[in-house]
């Protein structure tokens, strides 16, 4: 049976994709600018990305008997990014500033659950985790890339 450190952290996985997922879709309706095509295109590939993840985060908590987080509220209450209205003014470059931020903070969690997964021997988890962090990290190289900046800036 699995911890409930564990479940608890994979809950806040899914409270958090589905968060970022939110984000992502309103950056993805309110970007404008000279890079419209470029940046629409990429905020979809990256929600679509997260939704999946969402996916199979909230199934391998079911899996593990856990109860995953399935309303806005709980997204809201329970993500380590927060919801941001007024975001949705930003320039197109402070957009992708906005989503490198949210997905290195987000590198940072699962870098962590990585390490809780391994301590408790939750190598299905572990795997999951590790391979959504490798997606994430690179997102963020391209994103800063795309923005003239070096990965480790």
């Known amino acids: 049976m699995a911890s409930?450190?564990?479940?608890d952290y994979l809950n806040t996985v899914v409270a958090t994709q589905g968060q970022f997922n939110i984000r992502l879709h309103q950056f993805h309706w309110y970007v404008k600018g000279f890079h419209f095509f470029t940046l629409h295109e990429k905020f979809e590939e990256l929600y679509d990305e997260v939704t999946a993840n969402l996916d199979v985060v909230a199934e391998?908590?079911?899996a593990i008997g856990g109860e995953p987080y399935s309303t806005l509220q709980e997204?809201?209450?329970h993500s380590i990014i927060e919801e941001r209205v007024e975001d949705k003014y930003l320039s197109q470059d402070e957009m992708v500033g906005a989503v490198v931020a949210d997905l290195e903070t987000i590198a940072d969690s699962l870098k962590e659950g990585a390490k809780l997964t391994d301590e408790h021997e939750d190598f299905p988890s572990n795997d999951m985790l590790i391979a959504m962090k490798g997606s994430v990290d690179k997102h963020i190289w391209m994103l800063k890339a795309?923005?003239?900046n070096a990965a480790d800036t």
């Not at 409930?4 to 479940?7: I, P, Y």
């Open 60 to 62: 391998r908590l079911l």
């Open 75 to 77: 997204f809201i209450d």
């Open 146 to 148: 795309y923005s003239g």
């Open 4 to 7: 409930q450190e564990v479940k």
